[in-house]
């Protein structure tokens, strides 16, 4: 694919991914308070439903990979697209818990089917030696989701409640998300060649390879921080000193910082092996963490922390789709990163309650004390892998 076609399916991806990523994964944030009022169901309980969906992605995901590489992407792209619309008309339509947990499980079959992944595979498919720069683009492009849908399912809740918020979601995902797909996304161009060489990806049947394992390590672990602190940045920051305002004033910067982080990615990351950014990004975020440890109340600190914090998820999401191509290569790369999906799915699903329990201690410190850990493993998990992926 030239360079001009690949500058319409990037923008098309991004714009899809936008609405998948803000009404499916962000907008509960906002969603969850008057969801819990008017169907008289706790926090919890709607997080709840929320882990189940990101639970049923992750198990998923290795099989959808095998889809986008027997099919195409555009072609799980759509229908990923139809359930999700699906799966919020169930959530809006809700009576019942037992309704709204069913709308969370086609949420998450949606889930598995719509963001960055399966977004990814398409491009490994579509963009060839191009491939790390397009995806740079698209990130750069979808790192705008909580930006927009934050402020905009506020918005629409208070005007029109949440449940007709989700059915515009759904609308968006018929009318903008499937249109832009089915149009500016091609099927890719089918080889007659024969497999290429074989690759890491390639070993005994039912057994990955050990620099496989120690990257998916290192994606959980990292998606295990991420979402934990997702959930629960207002809450330590609010422990550390900080009114409720000034937390979330402070982390409205972390959408634009990621957003900075992939920009400089795109302008200098070239220059660098995709393992050592990696490496880069890793420690950027431990330190950042730690800098959180030295935060008492709205001060220089916290305004670094989250540029830190920002920046190095910006390019870490960048890491964790272009470094499984580099190590192993794009063939079958559809199903080699929803295998990767599934351990990190996992740890994203799990995290929110694993660190509320930590918090209920009072502490901010541990739970901070423990994300750096964290992070700190997952850079070690990565060196091993790039070593082990390095001798085959």
Same mark, same amino acid.
């Given at each position: 694919?030239?360079?001009?076609? +690949? =500058?319409? !399916? !990037?923008?098309?991806?991004?714009? =899809?991914?936008?609405?998948?990523w803000g009404s499916l994964f962000y907008a509960i944030a906002v969603l969850a308070q008057p969801m819990g009022a008017?169907?008289?169901?706790?926090?919890v309980q709607i997080f709840a439903g929320f882990s189940l969906a990101l639970a049923i992605s992750g198990l998923l995901s290795p099989r959808v990979g095998r889809l986008i590489d027997a099919r195409d992407g555009r072609f799980v792209l759509c229908r990923g697209v139809l359930v999700a619309a699906a799966a919020l008309v169930i959530l809006a339509t809700a009576q019942h818990y037992a309704t709204l947990l069913l709308g969370w499980c086609?949420?998450?079959v949606a889930m598995s089917m719509t963001l960055y992944d399966p977004a990814f595979a398409t491009l490994g498919q579509l963009a060839a030696e191009r491939y790390r720069r397009a995806l740079t683009g698209l990130t750069l492009i979808a790192g705008f989701a909580s930006t927009v849908f934050w402020p905009l399912t506020h918005a629409l809740v208070q005007t029109a409640g949440w449940r007709s918020t989700l059915l515009i979601f759904a609308g968006l995902h018929i009318a903008v998300a499937l249109p832009v797909l089915a149009v500016f996304v091609p099927r890719p161009a089918r080889s007659a060649q024969p497999v290429a060489a074989p690759t890491a990806m390639q070993t005994a049947p039912g057994r990955p390879p050990?620099?496989?394992?120690?990257?998916?390590?290192?994606?959980? +672990? @990292?998606?295990?921080v991420f979402s934990s602190m997702s959930a629960h940045l207002v809450g330590v920051l609010?422990?550390?000193? +900080?009114?409720?305002?000034?937390? @979330?004033g402070v982390l409205s910067l972390v959408g634009p910082m990621q957003v900075i982080g992939r920009i400089l990615e795109m302008a200098f990351g070239a220059r660098f092996p995709v393992a050592r950014v990696g490496v880069f990004a890793l420690a950027l975020l431990a330190s950042a963490l730690v800098l959180l440890l030295f935060v008492h109340g709205p001060g220089a600190v916290a305004f670094l922390f989250v540029i830190g914090y920002g920046c190095a998820n910006g390019i870490v999401t960048i890491v964790r789709g272009v470094l499984p191509a580099a190590l192993f290569g794009r063939d079958r790369l559809g199903q080699l990163l929803g295998w990767l999906a599934r351990?990190?799915? @996992?740890?994203? =699903?799990?995290?929110? =309650?694993? !660190?509320?329990?930590?918090?209920?201690?009072?502490?901010?410190?541990l739970v901070i004390a423990v994300a750096a850990g964290t992070i700190a493993a997952a850079l070690g998990c990565l060196v091993v892998a790039v070593r082990y992926a390095r001798r085959h």
């Open positions: 694919m030239d360079n001009k076609k +690949l =500058a319409i !399916v !990037v923008p098309a991806l991004g714009i =899809a991914q936008i609405i998948s008017e169907l008289h169901l706790t926090r086609a949420a998450g050990p620099a496989q394992l120690w990257l998916a390590s290192c994606f959980a +672990l @990292v998606a295990f609010e422990l550390k000193g +900080l009114t409720t305002s000034q937390a @979330v351990p990190s799915f @996992v740890a994203q =699903a799990i995290a929110p =309650a694993a !660190v509320a329990g930590l918090l209920m201690s009072g502490s901010p410190q």
